[in-house]
């Protein structure tokens, strides 16, 4: 069984930082795609970026250049680094797997940008 941790959101300012972080547990052997994805109160989830373990990544245009996602294939963990942060980045952020022909979901943790 696959389970996924989240942790590292909170409460801050615009143009403040936050970084997250996402660990996969189990019998976990070669994650391929690792993501991001928020969803904003009456909005759809939506994705925010994404990493292949070949290192490819992918970031939705609202935050490019903002955002970066990076992976640590030993420690199967996912992170992602939230500078220049905007009111209208607030969501909950999930972290997503796609392992063994199966997806997976963290909990969900709150980022809510707000001076």
């Known amino acids: 069984q696959v389970q996924l941790v989240e942790s590292g959101g909170g409460l801050v300012q615009p143009g403040g930082s936050l970084r997250l972080s996402c660990a996969a547990s189990?019998?976990?052997?070669?994650?391929?795609?690792m993501a991001w994805h928020r969803q904003a109160p009456g909005k759809s989830r939506e994705l925010v970026a994404a990493?292949?373990?070949?290192?490819?990544?992918n970031y939705a245009d609202s935050v490019k250049g903002r955002f970066t996602i990076s992976r640590d294939n030993a420690k199967n963990t996912v992170y992602l680094q939230m500078n220049s942060l905007k009111p209208e980045d607030t969501a909950v952020y999930y972290c997503?797997?796609?392992?063994?022909?199966?997806?997976?979901w963290g909990q969900g943790t709150q980022v809510t940008v707000s001076s």
């Open positions: 997503h797997i796609f392992y063994n022909g199966q997806n997976y």
């Open positions: 189990g019998s976990i052997f070669s994650i391929n795609a």
């Open positions: 990493i292949i373990s070949g290192g490819s990544t």
